[in-house]
């Protein structure tokens, strides 16, 4: 037995939290060895654990993203029991407000957490999106009521993007003509599209 030895050892059985050479079972938490940092119960890493797990990381106290029992540092969307949030880095970010995207979509975060209530228009770098649900709705294309940097209409979304040029477009109630990206429902002449 090695008395000087505490991290992680392995066997047959799994992964465990060593102290000073014996496998401590009451502990839960988490761990750092060479590969990262770990997820325990009952002193053994949980590889089947995939999800946002609070804890105590680098000193840090915080809702970590835990991925196959690791945390994993990157920029995503993840859940647990209460919901999606947003990760940023491999924890929560209460502090954004915005779109973030995951390998299932876009979606609309409100202090970290995915509004799956949200349903209207959101900005990101890229540009204005449509949601529903929380998500952006890349498959939608048709003219669409609500509100766009402040300003109430009805706008030319394609692919789920609000396209600011001039068009005529078409949505269930017939044909527009959009001016910048909105309905002008003022406009009476002929008027192009593609």
């Known amino acids: 037995v090695d008395f000087d030895y505490t991290g992680l050892a392995a066997n047959s059985s799994g ?10 079972i009451d502990f ?9 940092w770990w997820y325990l119960e009952g002193g053994q890493v949980k590889f089947d654990r995939t999800e946002v797990i609070y804890g105590t990381v680098q000193g840090e106290t915080a809702w970590w993203n835990v991925v196959g029992g690791q945390v994993v540092y990157e920029d995503t ?8 949030w947003y990760i940023r880095n491999g924890k929560v970010d209460f502090d954004y407000t915005g779109l973030a995207a ?21 900005e990101n770098e890229k540009g204005w999106w ?17 509100t766009v940097d402040g300003e109430t209409g009805w706008w030319n979304v394609v692919g789920g993007e609000v396209v600011f040029e001039d068009t005529v477009a078409a949505n269930g109630s ?11 429902f003022d406009f009476n002449d002929f008027a192009e599209n593609e």
């Open 15 to 24: 992964w465990w939290r060593i102290e000073d050479g014996y496998v401590n």
């Open 28 to 36: 839960n938490g988490f761990v750092e060895n060479e590969k990262g």
């Open 77 to 84: 969307v993840a859940q647990n029991s209460g919901g999606w």
């Open 102 to 122: 995951n390998s299932s979509g876009w979606w609309r975060i409100e202090d970290g957490y995915v509004n799956i209530d949200f349903n209207g228009f959101a």
């Open 130 to 146: 449509y949601l529903e649900g929380g998500q952006v709705r890349f498959d939608r294309t048709e003219v669409l009521e609500g």
């Open 174 to 184: 017939g044909w527009w003509r959009i001016e910048d990206g909105k309905v002008n």
